[in-house]
């Protein structure tokens, strides 16, 4: 069982879809996040989860709504994207929201035509 | 904010030979400083990491180094092996405030036979 586990791997999806990634991590950290990986580009911290609160939010296009039920699960509900938000969708936990030894998960490739 | 150059890009090497990997940050109060692994279509993972009392850190064959006057860090890995092909990120922190890891753009390595 890995450490962080994300669903689903791959995802397409049309411009006025609405669909949802899924993160769950079996490392009883205590914060989550959801980074974007474009090609060419440093890793964009998009939101972060610290004991189920929202504690960044990083002028994310409101397009992308991320939710937080408890501890181990993350969610990002995506509605009406655009084609520049095609990328690999990362969920990363760790034991406080400073990013200390976070882990990452295999993460989501996403493409929207 | 902090912001993080990573250099080169991209690097070749034979097997056997070692690779250098370096890193620069701007934020002087960064004091964590991890190196992630990403083959393709995984997730980043953690290899080692450096806090900023120390100056070097060394796990078989692969070392970190840390210029703290500077503001520079590096990875060294020796005896390359095709397994070690894979980009390489690295990433900076202020863990005593409410920032986040920012991550350097990522090296590319390819090890040779």
């Known amino acids: 069982e890995t450490g962080v586990t994300q669903t689903p791997r791959h995802l397409v999806m049309g411009m006025t879809n609405k669909k949802s990634l899924k993160c769950e991590q079996h490392?009883?950290?205590?914060?989550m996040y959801w980074y974007k990986q474009s090609a060419k580009k440093p890793l964009e911290l998009m939101f972060v989860?610290?004991?189920?609160?929202?504690?960044e939010n990083n002028s994310v296009p409101s397009r992308f709504s991320p939710e937080c039920p408890n501890s181990s699960h993350l969610f990002l509900h995506l509605h009406t994207l655009q084609p520049e938000d095609s990328a690999l969708y990362l969920c990363?936990?760790?034991?406080?929201?400073?990013?200390?030894?976070?882990?990452f998960g295999q993460g989501t490739r996403l493409t929207v035509v | 904010g902090e912001n993080v150059e990573q250099h080169p890009s991209t690097l070749s090497v034979q097997e056997g030979d070692s690779a250098v990997i370096k890193c620069t940050y701007s934020?002087?109060?960064?004091?964590?400083f991890p190196w992630y692994k990403q083959e393709l279509g995984k997730g980043p993972q953690l290899i080692i990491d450096?806090?900023?009392?120390?100056g070097e850190k060394k796990d078989q064959r692969i070392a970190v180094t840390l210029n703290k006057t500077a503001k520079h860090f590096s990875l060294h890995i020796t005896e390359t092996q095709p397994e070690d092909s894979a980009v390489y990120f690295c990433?900076?922190?202020?863990?005593?405030?409410?920032?986040?890891?920012?991550f350097g753009t990522g090296t590319r390595l390819q090890v040779t036979l």
């Open positions: 490392l009883g950290h205590n914060a």
């Open positions: 990433a900076a922190v202020d863990t005593g405030t409410a920032s986040k890891l920012t």
């Open positions: 989860y610290s004991l189920e609160e929202r504690v």
């Open positions: 990363a936990s760790s034991q406080g929201w400073t990013g200390l030894r976070a882990f």
């Open positions: 450096i806090r900023s009392n120390v």
């Open positions: 934020d002087s109060a960064s004091n964590y």
